[in-house]
């Protein structure tokens, strides 16, 4: 089956920086790469995908890329302010969605 | 108006106790999921239903029986409950499945905390 790894677990940026989260995966099946972002207490909510047939994709200043070869996709934000704080998840779907472990943003002020 | 609503929010119980969890969409998706939420945040898929019909189980134990009544119900009962069942167990939903699942939905969740 699919194994997500995720990487770093934790990662703490000054305001207006950029954060940059990794993912790599293991079943070269896996064709869909979504990324959920997780505010303390609340449900997940996807904020960006990507398919396998795209290598990069962008949205206002979180975008995401993709490397099939390698098997890994990155999750890129950009002029980071205090409401990116969250637990964002990278996962990969082969037959099911695979969830990374999750990374913790905190955006200092 | 909301898209997953899953109930109770809470549930604290003692151990050995049964205990079910609700949960509806009004979306019109076709499959629906229960995941567990671990202390460390860890996500886990444990069960997948697809148009009412079981797709995934992943190595749960039986202890857990979900039930489908219709594609737009999915309920989770637990039986004998242990003091590692505690979590905050969310309801998803998305409109396809395996290869287009696309975006889940999920609802609140349902924090269970068993003493």
């Known amino acids: 089956g699919e194994n997500v790894e995720q990487h770093p677990s934790t990662l703490s940026v000054q305001e207006g920086d950029s954060a940059v989260i990794k993912c790599t995966y293991s079943?070269?099946?896996?064709?869909?790469f979504p990324w959920y972002k997780q505010e303390l207490g609340k449900r997940p909510q996807l904020i960006i995908d990507?398919?396998?047939?795209?290598g990069e994709k962008k949205d206002q200043r979180i975008a995401v890329t993709l490397n099939k070869t390698a098997k890994h996709f990155s999750l890129h934000i950009t002029e980071t302010q205090p409401e990116d704080s969250a637990v964002y998840f990278c996962?990969?779907?082969?037959?099911?969605?695979?969830f990374g472990a999750g990374t913790t943003v905190t955006v200092r002020a | 108006d909301t898209a997953v609503s899953q109930t109770p929010k809470y549930l604290v119980t003692q151990m050995g106790n049964d205990k079910s969890i609700k949960c509806e969409q009004n979306l019109g998706h076709d499959t629906m999921y229960w995941y567990k939420q671990d202390s460390k945040k860890f996500l886990k898929i444990m069960f997948s239903?697809?148009?009412?019909?079981?797709?995934i189980n992943e190595t749960v134990p039986n202890r857990f029986s979900p039930k489908s009544p219709d594609k737009a119900h999915l309920n989770l009962h637990i039986n004998s409950l242990e003091l590692g069942d505690s979590a905050v167990y969310f309801c998803?939903?998305?409109?396809?499945?395996?290869?287009?699942?696309?975006?889940?939905?999920f609802g609140e969740g349902s924090r269970l905390t068993v003493l």
């Open positions: 239903y697809n148009n009412k019909e079981l797709i």
């Open positions: 996962a990969a779907e082969d037959y099911k969605l695979s």
């Open positions: 990507i398919r396998s047939n795209v």
């Open positions: 079943d070269s099946a896996s064709n869909y």
């Open positions: 998803a939903s998305s409109l396809g499945f395996s290869g287009g699942t696309g975006e889940l939905f």
